[in-house]
């Protein structure tokens, strides 16, 4: 498989938008863990601008990236340990030291709890019960990790127990039915089904054992980006279709954005025209996808010196993002700072510390497996070093 940088870039650029988001969710009305005093009605417009398809870009993106991982590993085997080594160390590590803060501020701030952080983390974080609504301990933001690597697990089984010539036969069929209009079509086509099981209102819970509304949105993106890796004629139908693809993802956004103001301005009440505004999401959920695939491919299809340390920091960047935000936002409310001023402080304090912490911990080597790195390759001896070493010719 030969390498596509503009891949690596749209991850890269679907991971600095999640933080952004996150961001943004301080100031929404939504709930969250943390709330600014008063939340802004008109921030739900940027927000759902991508919330229609920025998590299953992230799953797409991770199938792609995964297929790279297998390809370059010895087997099966070696390939799902290297997975858990990268997703689920760092995930029990961030459960344990780094996403605390993170339910004791919404109990502080929410539920009136009054125990101190080290009371918290000491005497209830561990206790695997439920707290005011909410379950300890926690993976918080984190569950993406848990799903990508449950996926992955899904995806070597498949593998495993599928003939070679099975494989192959399947990999055409979906080149073919995914080539020309299907690649719009039949996506859209599986989200209705999607819809109708799971109903107008229907959420992920992000808990993976009853969470079905999310797999069955979250795995065929997945499986898509793997399958993406090779898929000749789904690519060229992508750098035919990316441009209409981004016309309609813009058409239905106008449509979410026209019925939000239709319900903020009062002309109709927010229990009407939930249909058309979840086929809108629908509509720009997949059509953004495709677009953005194509952009990536059109024009961010080549190196840079930044992209290897991008890529790289990407995950410890999505560890530790969240938790900044979460206690700076709590300890911002104290100062009532205007709207602007809390979120450039966000900004600029979240990109800060996430640097911060991917630059230290890239530098300590038993530090690096905890946050989501590879460890350090051995040094190379030196030919002093070598000779040194007794038996060593």
Not at 252 to 281: C, E, Q, S
Not at 299 to 311: A, E, G, Q, V, Y
Request: hydrophobic share 55%; charged share 15%; proline share 7%.
């Amino acid at each position: 498989m030969e390498r596509h940088y503009g891949m690596d870039w749209l991850r890269i650029g679907a991971f600095a938008l999640l933080i952004l988001y996150h961001i943004g969710m301080f100031f929404v009305p939504w709930g969250w863990h943390v709330k600014t005093a008063e939340p802004l009605d008109w921030v739900e417009f940027p927000m759902l601008a991508s919330n229609a398809w920025r998590l299953p870009l992230l799953f797409t993106v991770s199938g792609f990236a995964t297929a790279a991982v297998l390809g370059k590993s010895a087997g099966i085997s070696p390939f799902l340990r290297d997975r858990t080594a990268r997703l689920i160390v760092p995930t029990l590590f961030a459960a344990v030291l780094i996403i605390p803060p993170q339910p004791w501020v919404e109990l502080v701030s929410q539920h009136g709890y009054a125990g101190s952080f080290w009371h918290f983390w000491a005497k209830d974080y561990f206790g695997f019960h439920v707290l005011d609504g909410i379950v300890l301990p926690t993976w918080q933001h984190l569950w993406f990790v848990v799903y990508l690597w449950v996926y992955t697990l899904v995806l070597a089984a498949i593998l495993a127990l599928t003939p070679g010539a099975a494989r192959a036969s399947f990999a055409r069929f979906a080149d073919d039915l995914l080539s020309g209009p299907g690649l719009l079509l039949v996506p859209l086509a599986w989200l209705a089904v999607h819809m109708a099981i799971g109903g107008l209102r229907a959420e992920p819970t992000h808990a993976l054992v009853d969470d079905w509304t999310a797999h069955r949105m979250y795995f065929p993106a997945f499986a898509f980006g793997f399958f993406l890796a090779d898929a000749p004629r789904t690519w060229a139908s992508i750098r035919r279709w990316w441009r209409l693809a981004g016309v309609l993802a813009i058409l239905g956004y106008a449509v979410v954005a026209g019925i939000l103001v239709a319900w903020m301005t009062g002309i109709v009440p927010d229990t009407a025209l939930r249909l058309p505004f979840a086929g809108g999401r629908l509509l720009m959920g997949w059509c953004a996808i495709v677009a953005l695939i194509g952009l990536a491919d059109r024009f961010w299809n080549r190196d840079h010196r930044w992209r290897r340390t991008l890529t790289e920091a990407v995950f410890p960047f999505y560890v530790i993002h969240q938790t900044i935000i979460v206690v700076l936002g709590w300890y911002l409310l104290r100062f009532a700072l205007p709207p602007a001023l809390e979120f450039v402080a966000l900004l600029a304090a979240t990109t800060a510390g996430c640097w911060l912490f991917y630059l230290a911990g890239r530098e300590v080597g038993w530090l690096r497996p905890l946050i989501g790195l590879r460890p350090l390759a051995p040094r190379p001896r030196s030919a002093r070093e070598t000779a040194s070493i007794p038996g060593v010719p």
